[in-house]
């Protein structure tokens, strides 16, 4: 299992109301690959997240995860593969107020049916948060709440990490380091991931960087 790819996209298709976005889209990701896709606002790298995510449906082409054909699945079997083989981190974080620390990095464990709670203090020290389990997010800067949805993101040794701008919300200073501790994360788990970035540095610190156009995804450079 160790070499099948983490995700295949190959012919990918989506049209929005008056326009395409991508007709024939092509990506293959090694294990443990992290790769940058940057493009324009509205060129659709958000809509190709949800659509490899399984949250969108692609007009043509096919996605396979882990193996796995999100077009062969049901409702059920492709919810049961995004949380077994995805993490996500997002622009706006995405922590449960109301949750400490530690069981906001739990829940992807928890919706496996585990309860996590010491793989999330361990996943919190890796982002450099040891000890704060107990905290709640309210006490948390942006790049700490950031730290905690990385750590949210890895804590079930998924395959694939999806990142739409994770830095979009820091500062530029913190967003630099959030992003290379996301790489590094990343890299340490052996989970291939996608980070949409705006970031030509974050970008040069991935293993491939592409960009998002009409024609699909280019080599960027
Ligand atoms: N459900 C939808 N219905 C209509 N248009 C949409 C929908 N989702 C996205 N779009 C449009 O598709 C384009 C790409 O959006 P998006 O994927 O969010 O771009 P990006 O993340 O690259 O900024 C935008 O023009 C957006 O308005
Ligand atoms: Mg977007």
Redesign the pocket.
Known sequence: MADVSPLLVTGLAKA??GRS?FARLDLALAPGEVVAIM??????????LNLIAGLDTADAGSIVIAGEDLARLDDDARTRLRRRAIGFVFQAFHILPHLDLAHNVALPLALLGADGLGEAEAMLARVGLGGRGKALPAVLSGGELQRVAIARALVHRPALILA?EPTGNLDPETADRILALLIGAAHDSGAAAII?THSDRAAAACDRVLR?GAGGLQPHG
């Open positions: 929005v109301p976005l493009g324009e606002s509205g060129v659709g790298k958000s809509t190709l739409d949409v998002l």
